[in-house]
């Protein structure tokens, strides 16, 4: 046969391989989102002074697949006015490219279902597209709060989409590819978070803005927009917005943070050790990136939309062109791998610094003298 590739170094014909690689993406994808709905429970939990789940099973451990239960056996409810096939459709439409996405993901340097040439253009265009979902699942809900949440949800995503852009193209500026396992290969001595701090921080910005989680949950605000584009999905519709699509997101984003900055399988230990080494040390460094996505989400106050767009328009995407810029620039003038990206390591540090002072002049507020000042000033005025 012409066509061989090997599961774990079995032969087989290419589309039984496929299909048996995607079958396991797809397993995998729902217990680990399973894993993280429970775990993100207990994590909120615990930084709320409360225990989460208990009741369900030892320790709360089933309350997952008792949620899944009864979403699945919930009555379908949908508005008399709504748009029948776009209200459908979207739920897929919001979920399909954050499945697509998890199938250019290489988990160990052997393993993935596919390896692209181009795959983290493929990844970063694919997983746009589900801002059409949102924007399908608000026009379509005839409600107003859906419909103000899915012009919020596109606002949010296309802005951020370019920071996030960004911040990967300086990456891969540096790795001189566009294969996640070529980036991968080059950061075996050295993560790429060490000489390119700055993209990490605006991606990981971005990323929390994309999975439109605390402090960017502004689409689907429970307090002003009652849920937002999902306000009328109900039982298997919702479920496959919120645990799928969300979480498989979560996931599958941090393993490509964990790819881009962190090293993926490589790092630290190299790529001799073996597949099963390889998926834990991938698996650790997504679990880390999930971590801090729950512990931010848990902590921070939700952004007023103002506050939102202002934050990447003037701050994040400045800083990301600059990145860009000093990387295309180092790059041409220094012909030494090592003392190049020493050079971006420094500079980009010093931009990050200098982000921060930014966004600490922005954010602090008046002292109390000021306050008092400015309150009399205006009564003197008036």
């Known amino acids: 046969m012409a066509l061989l590739w090997g599961v774990f170094g079995i032969d087989m014909n290419v589309g039984l391989d496929a299909f048996i690689r995607l079958n396991i993406v797809v397993l995998v ?9 429970y775990l993100e429970r207990k994590v909120v939990g615990r930084i709320q002074m409360r225990l989460g ?11 997952s697949f008792a949620d899944a239960i009864k979403l699945l056996t919930k009555e379908d409810v949908r508005p008399a006015s709504a748009d029948n096939l ?38 970063v ?44 193209l300086s990456v891969s500026m540096v790795a001189g590819s566009l ?16 000489y390119q701090p700055l993209p990490f ?21 429970e307090s002003e927009l009652v849920g937002g584009p999902w306000v009328e999905y109900s039982g298997i519709r919702w479920s496959i917005i919120f645990a799928l699509g ?16 962190f090293g993926g399988y490589e790092w630290p230990f190299g790529s001799d050790v073996g597949w099963p080494l390889q998926i834990a040390l991938t698996t650790v460094k997504a679990m880390f990136m999930i971590l801090v996505f729950m512990w931010i989400g848990a902590t921070f106050p ?15 995407l400045p800083f990301a062109f600059l990145q860009v810029a000093v990387n295309a620039i180092v790059l041409v003038y220094i012909d030494d791998v090592t003392a190049a990206r020493a050079v971006i390591g420094v500079i980009s540090a010093a931009l990050l610094l200098a982000m921060a002072y930014v966004i600490y002049q922005v954010t602090k507020q008046p002292s109390r003298a000021e306050r008092l000042g400015a309150m009399a000033a205006l009564r003197s005025t008036t």
């Open 246 to 261: 969300e979480y498989a997101a979560m996931f599958g984003l941090s393993v490509l943070a964990s790819i881009l900055f």
């Open 302 to 316: 939700r952004l007023r939309i103002d506050q939102l767009m202002a934050f990447c328009w003037k701050i994040l």
């Open 125 to 168: 265009a694919v997983s746009g597209v589900n801002t059409i979902g949102f924007i399908m699942a608000g026009w379509a809900s005839d409600n107003k709060y859906a419909l103000l949440g899915a012009i919020r949800a596109a606002a949010q995503l296309i802005s951020y989409e370019i920071p996030l852009i960004l911040a990967v």
């Open 86 to 123: 776009l209200f459908e459709l979207a739920p897929y439409v919001t979920f399909v490219p954050v499945f697509m996405t998890l199938v250019a993901l290489p988990f160990t340097e052997d393993w993935g279902v596919r390896d692209l040439q181009l795959g983290l253009f493929y990844i």
């Open 53 to 63: 789940p208990m009741r369900t099973g030892p320790y709360g451990t089933l309350q």
């Open 29 to 37: 994808m729902t217990l680990v989102v399973m894993f993280l709905i």
């Open 201 to 221: 921080f605006i991606l990981l910005t971005a990323v929390i803005a994309e999975l439109g989680r605390r402090p960017f949950d502004i689409p689907i605000g």
């Open 179 to 194: 294969n996640l396992r070529e980036i991968v290969a080059t950061q075996h001595n050295v993560p790429a978070v060490v």
